[in-house]
């Protein structure tokens, strides 16, 4: 199932980002990621279990079996999680 531009009435604009950035700049441990860090980086699954896919900038939502039969890489941009530092010493 090929699901396109759904309403996402969680996002925020740039200017909201940036000023959220700001407010909260000296709070340790906070990791700020833009939309375009999180772009085919992240695994995220809904509440149905489906691997919801954000991949050039179309979401996606794929059977959780798909993702075991044809691996992360089939979908996930494993550079870009790498390339984004992902990996984070809490």
Do not use: C
Not at 13 to 28: V, Y
Not at 34 to 60: C, H, Q, T
């Amino acid at each position: 199932m090929s699901i396109t531009n759904i309403p996402d009435t969680w996002s925020v604009t740039e200017e909201e980002f940036e000023s959220f950035k700001k407010r909260h700049s000296e709070l340790p441990n906070v990791v700020f990621e833009d939309n375009a860090d999180m772009i085919g980086s992240y695994l995220m699954f809904d509440p149905l279990g489906r691997w919801m896919v954000n991949k050039g900038g179309e979401k996606r939502f794929l059977p959780f079996d798909q993702l075991v039969r044809n691996g992360m890489e089939s979908e996930l941009e494993i550079s870009r999680y790498y390339g984004r530092n992902a990996i984070y010493d809490w």
